[in-house]
């Protein structure tokens, strides 16, 4: 009597949002994989051809409900032709809209929220069980996140959540109303997803939160965040430590003095300035005022001097004057951003500045907003080009930039997380940066083929995402630096890391290609799947 086996069920996340979501997402991918499914083949995510497709959502920007029914909008036409597919909706407008989900897009199966990610598995089965949609919104957290199954997207880089949850007032921001009050995680927790992580590999971590800096303030600990700092960055094995993002009204000098006494502690910072106007910030409910904030930024550039700095501003607050914006201009200007994510007000609904008075006309915050991309584009085009000639240290990663297929340089992110695109030496390339040929096609079982960079006999001066390459700035751009020093006889060297073989392993794995190494690590099959991170003894 034969049987037939039933393939897995497959399935795609969509993250719209913050690194927040992103985090939300390897958890989500986690317990999906927990749950029995399997990644869906990269052609059919991109189609969104598999048999559960989650979008996990986010409410912060006013076309983030467009984005959503837009992408749901698609999903309609191929589930169509998919008996069985499902579709999901979390995070935050899942929250916000709940059942209106459903009601505006029938053919969705489940929608959940963020404090309840660990159901989505239960609420798949339940809605083919039922055949009818599921909504089940959370009020307040059921399960801290990082207690749930993770697959990770990369092996040498990872997000670790510290909090979640705000407990600021912010007249913008619906955050707080989706996510609910800080809630901090144990440091011995923290540092035991960390070491996890770096067992897998990774050589940098990222601490997430709403307000990073205020970590601690749940279990009465005001100087918490830094004492996490320097415990996070002297774990063995760890070479870079990120955060993000910190509130201005809470950063503290013994913020400034573990980052820079904390050599893992990379130079940068992202601090969220909002708006340059005191009137405005106070309107905002942001507590702190433009002269604090660049106090905060020269102390951290006494501290640092090579630290880079990247900020938020919203242009167009209501009641914001000519007055009001040119101090927003005066601030920028003075506080030398190396970028900043710039954007126009837009209205939430449920947030108290969504009622406020004195609503700007489009088109004066249109050409505020243009003033205030140019200035900022300026200054990045000045900071940048201070980098040249300097000697960085880049961590390679991944994704390639738009023009590496065009230029064949690689890619990655410098200490100070500036993007940098290097080139390789003549011995790896045929004398016009096109790398030497090298194996390429399918396996032989039709699977897709690895890297050639995840190649056992690679080129000495080969670098593999996760690998640290040692090069000078020859070249700079807005938003980008360009290191070409290994074509001029300056420096350039390649230090493998852990990191970079567990790339090269897992790559070796997607292959079909079995590990025959003495005392190797096992071979994963794509990304790092982790369980839950367990207490240090």
């Given amino acids: 009597m034969s049987t037939t086996l039933t393939p897995p069920r497959t399935y795609v996340v969509r993250t719209l949002g913050c690194q927040m979501n992103v985090h939300d997402s390897e958890h989500m991918a986690g317990m999906l994989e927990g749950a029995g499914y399997v990644p869906a083949a990269p052609e059919d995510a991109a189609a969104s051809r598999a048999d559960v497709v989650v979008i996990n959502t986010c409410a912060v920007r006013e076309n983030a409900a467009s984005r959503l029914y837009g992408n749901l909008g698609q999903l309609a036409a191929v589930k169509n032709d998919r008996p069985g597919m499902q579709i999901a909706v979390g995070g935050c407008l899942a929250q916000k809209d709940r059942s209106g989900i459903v009601e505006r897009a029938p053919w969705v199966d489940v929608v959940f929220g963020t404090h309840n990610l660990d159901v989505l ?30 697959r990770r997207e990369s092996v040498y880089a990872g997000w670790v959540s510290i909090s979640v949850g705000c407990n600021n007032t912010c007249t913008f921001c619906i955050v707080p109303h989706l996510r609910g009050k800080e809630r901090d995680r144990r440091p011995g927790e923290i540092l035991a997803e960390v070491e996890a992580l770096v067992a897998d590999g990774a050589i940098e971590v990222t601490l997430l939160g709403q307000n990073v800096n205020s970590y601690g303030v749940e279990f009465g600990d005001r100087g918490a965040f830094a004492k996490l700092l320097r415990a996070v960055g002297a774990v063995p094995g760890l070479e870079r430590v990120r955060f993000t993002s910190p509130h201005p009204a809470s950063f503290t000098d013994d913020v400034i003095a573990a980052m820079a006494e904390t050599p893992t502690v990379m130079p940068q910072l992202h601090m ?56 927003t201009l005066r601030v920028v200007e003075a506080a030398r951003f190396s970028s900043a994510f710039t954007f126009q007000y837009s209205p939430r609904p449920g947030t108290p500045a969504a009622d406020l008075p004195d609503r700007l006309p489009k088109d004066v915050v249109q050409e505020r907003y ?22 960085v240290e880049v961590l390679v990663i991944e994704g390639e930039g738009r023009k590496d297929g065009a230029t064949h340089r690689v890619t990655g992110r410098a200490a100070d997380n500036r993007l940098v695109h290097l080139a390789e030496p003549v011995a790896v390339t ?34 593999r995402p996760g690998d640290l390459v040692t090069v000078r700035v020859t070249r700079s751009a807005p938003h980008h630096l360009e290191a070409d020093s290994a074509l001029d006889g300056g420096p350039y060297l390649v230090r493998r890391t852990r990191a ?38």
Avoid at 449 to 462: E, M, T
């Fill in 121 to 150: 598995p239960v609420l798949l089965d339940r809605a083919r069980h039922n055949a009818e949609a599921q909504v089940e919104i959370a009020e307040s957290l059921q399960v801290f996140p990082s207690t749930l199954p993770t």
């Fill in 272 to 327: 969220p300035l909002q708006s340059g106007s005191d009137r405005v910030l106070r309107a905002m409910r942001r507590s702190y005022r433009s002269e604090k904030f660049l106090g905060i930024l020269d102390r951290v550039r006494t501290a640092m001097p090579e630290a880079a700095i990247t900020t938020d501003i919203i242009v167009g607050f209501p009641g914001e004057t000519e007055e009001d914006f040119a101090e």
């Fill in 370 to 391: 243009l003033r205030l991309t140019a200035l900022q584009e300026r200054i990045s085009t000045e900071e940048n080009a201070r980098q040249v000639g300097r000697t």
């Fill in 430 to 463: 045929d004398g016009t940066t096109r790398p030497v040929a090298e194996p390429s096609g399918g396996t032989a079982s039709g699977g897709p083929a690895a890297d050639p960079r995840s190649a056992a006999d690679l080129h000495p001066d080969r670098a």
């Fill in 500 to 537: 970079g073989d567990a790339w090269a392993r897992a790559e070796r794995a997607k292959g079909g290609e079995e590990e025959h190494g003495h005392g190797s690590a096992s071979a994963t099959s794509g990304p790092v799947l982790l369980g839950v991170p367990t207490l240090r003894p």
